[in-house]
C-alpha cells in the first residue's frame, strides 16, 4: 500500500509542477508593459497605388504610411517576378516625425504585376497594378 501511495503522491506533485510551468508561460506576456525596443511585429507599412491601370512605362504613384520603424529607415518598392520578389530602384526613407511617403514609379512588365513596400522587415499589403 505504501508503494502504490508513493506513486499516486508523486504523480499529483508531478501534475502541480506541468500545470504551474505551463501557467507561468501563458502569464508572461500578459505582464510585459509595451514595446522598449524596436520590434517587427508592431510594425506596419501602409501602400496604395493611385491608378488600378496604367500603359507601360506611364508613370503612377505609390503612397502610404508607416508606423513603427526605426527612426530614418529606408522603404523599397518591390515587384514579384517569376515567382520572386524583387526589390525595384525605388526608394525614400521615413522619419517619425514624417512616417508618410510617395513614390513615383513606372513598370514595364505588361500584364498585372504584384507590388509591395518593405522596410526593416516589413511588408506591406500586395496591390496589383495592370500594365498594357
Known amino acids: 500500500m505504501r508503494n502504490a501511495w508513493q506513486f499516486v503522491s508523486t504523480g499529483v506533485v ?5 500545470v504551474a510551468s505551463a501557467t507561468a508561460s501563458f502569464a508572461a506576456p500578459s505582464t510585459a508593459k509595451g514595446v522598449t525596443a524596436w520590434d517587427p511585429s508592431h510594425a506596419v507599412i501602409t501602400a496604395k497605388a493611385d491608378r488600378a491601370s496604367v500603359k507601360a512605362w506611364q508613370q503612377f504613384r505609390i503612397s ?3 508606423s513603427g520603424l526605426d527612426n530614418g529607415s529606408k522603404v523599397t518598392v518591390q515587384q514579384k517576378q517569376r515567382g520572386r520578389w524583387v526589390s525595384l530602384p525605388i526608394s525614400t526613407k521615413v522619419t517619425w516625425k514624417k512616417p508618410s511617403y510617395s513614390l513615383r514609379v513606372k513598370l514595364g512588365i505588361k500584364g498585372k504585376n504584384s507590388l509591395r513596400v518593405v522596410g526593416n522587415g516589413v511588408a506591406s499589403r500586395v496591390m496589383t497594378v495592370g500594365v498594357r
Not at 508531478?14 to 506541468?18: C, Q
Open 14 to 18: 508531478g501534475a502541480a509542477l506541468v
Open 64 to 66: 502610404g504610411n508607416t
